[in-house]
């Protein structure tokens, strides 16, 4: 069953722990990138991973092997439960990002983190991925970036909701997609590109689908992440 993210694309403490408290109780993982982390540390992963979240840590890891498998290592003594890895930096990058996670976490006695790549941004459009040098289309790209992944022993990777069957048939139907760009019907489109309704990515294969501002700046965050569970696991809109 697919499951659900919420970007938490905060830098103030008390807008974070209010979301935070907004989200309790609710079936969801949170996600924790470069505005959070940057803010907050990596303190921010084990203190909510403390409460019983599970979380993503969105650092997208992209250097020489040998750095990446020392970033790894130190992100997994944080308690997160997925972090990704830009899969350009290669099927060596990778394969450190997913060993020295996994050996660190086992000297700890903890459970792995699984490890995604970053395919293409779901911000870039078919003009944009042509102009940082990929050839074809954004799904093209993006498939031959998902094989990449796959060959580093990966778990699975970062992709459009629109790229998740063609990763699926290529790679496996086990290899996990992560998609973010999903906007409930009607929302604003605000960045995002290569988009998809919370239904539409479950129908399209997704594994986890990634929300942020539809949640983060709704009225009543924790009511607009319930309307999207329901969503995703087709139940009617709840009467209040």
């Known amino acids: 069953m697919a499951e659900l993210i919420i970007a938490l694309d905060v830098s103030e403490e008390k807008r974070l722990n ?3 408290a907004a989200l309790e ?3 969801v993982w949170l996600k924790f990138g470069l505005e959070a982390l940057s803010a907050f540390g990596y303190g921010v992963i084990e203190r909510q991973a403390a409460k019983g979240f599970k979380v993503f840590a969105d650092v997208k890891f992209h250097d020489i092997p040998n750095t990446v498998g020392a970033a790894a290592r130190v992100l997994a003594r944080t308690g997160a ?7 350009a930096g290669g099927a060596a990058m990778c394969g450190q990002a997913r060993e020295q996670s996994e050996r660190e976490a086992a000297a700890l006695g903890r459970p792995r983190p699984l490890v995604v790549g970053v395919t293409i941004l779901t911000s870039l459009g078919p003009e944009e991925v042509r102009s940082v ?3 074809g289309t954004p799904g093209e790209a993006a498939l ?3 094989q990449v992944a796959r060959q580093g022993n990966l778990d699975g990777v970062v992709c459009s909701v629109h790229e998740a069957a063609a990763v699926k048939a290529a790679c496996g139907r086990d290899f996990l997609t992560v998609c973010p760009g999903i906007r409930p019907a009607g929302a604003d489109l605000q960045d995002q590109k290569r988009i998809a309704t919370p239904g539409g990515a479950v129908e399209a294969g997704a594994d986890f689908l990634v929300v942020g501002r539809p949640v983060t700046g709704a009225p009543d965050p924790a009511a607009a992440c319930a309307a999207i ?4 696991h087709g139940r009617g809109p709840r009467r209040s």
């Open 25 to 27: 109780g609710q079936s």
């Open 133 to 135: 040098g990929y050839q």
């Open 144 to 146: 031959r970036l998902a």
């Open 229 to 232: 569970l329901d969503q995703m």
């Open 81 to 87: 439960a997925l972090f990704n890895v830009h899969a």
């Open 18 to 20: 209010n979301l935070v």
